[in-house]
């Protein structure tokens, strides 16, 4: 089954862009790229998806490596309202269920 | 409206007691998820409802019974649980529509078994 990593934590600054990295170097043709995010004490929501071309909307922008294994969710300007634990997912062709990574908790530093 | 509410947000239990969660979503969407979440982990799935009938189960012991009375409402009836069922009980819906379809939780149910 594919999968995906991510590290475990990453701090950033508020107001400056963010890059959380995701490695799904077993990911097959067919699997989408999902990111959610999970604020505390609250459910998890969606953020973005992609297949093959990097996507924007207004939350944020996925960037897709060439060969796939690996995106990058970019947040452009942090506040203090993004951390969070974000969670890089593939969406498995077989199924249609959402298999997760462990997760990086996003730290925002004022 | 893209709400998916949950009642109660916490709840305390003994072994020997009877339960039940409730989910709630008013988008119209067709399949409805059970998850459990432990702490600093991701959710794990636990049911999936497709168009009101259960389409997943992930081998989930039978002291957890999902029930989908209608297309909006999903219950979790939870009967003689162990102290390692303490979780964060999450609900999400969607509308089935393929590999991208956007999954809306609601905010979840904190369990603690005692």
């Known amino acids: 089954d594919a999968k995906t990593t991510q590290p475990n934590s990453m701090e950033s600054n508020e107001e400056e862009p963010v890059h959380l990295p995701c490695n799904h170097s077993?990911?097959?043709?067919?699997?989408?790229i999902h990111w959610y995010r999970q604020l505390p004490s609250q459910g998890p929501e969606y953020v973005i998806h992609g297949l093959t071309s990097n996507v924007n909307n207004r939350m944020a922008s996925l960037a897709i490596a060439e060969d796939r294994k690996s995106s990058t969710l970019i947040l452009h300007r942090a506040t203090l309202r993004d951390a969070a634990v974000y969670y890089c997912i593939l969406r498995d062709y077989s199924n249609y269920q959402l298999i997760w990574g462990a997760g990086t908790k996003l730290i925002i530093k004022p | 409206d893209t709400e998916v509410t949950q009642t109660p947000k916490h709840l305390v239990m003994g072994m020997t007691n009877k339960k039940s969660l409730k989910c709630e979503q008013h988008m119209g969407h067709r399949a409805m998820y059970w998850y459990k979440q432990k702490a600093k982990k991701p959710p794990e799935l636990m049911f999936v409802?497709?168009?009101?009938?259960?389409?997943i189960n992930e081998s989930v012991p039978s002291r957890f019974s999902p029930e989908c009375p209608n297309s909006s409402l999903l219950n979790l009836h939870l009967h003689a649980l162990q102290p390692e069922d303490s979780a964060l009980y999450l609900c999400a819906s969607s509308q089935p529509g393929g590999l991208q379809e956007t999954q809306y939780f609601g905010p979840g149910t904190r369990l603690l078994v005692l």
């Open positions: 409802y497709s168009y009101e009938k259960l389409s």
């Open positions: 077993t990911i097959s043709g067919t699997d989408y």
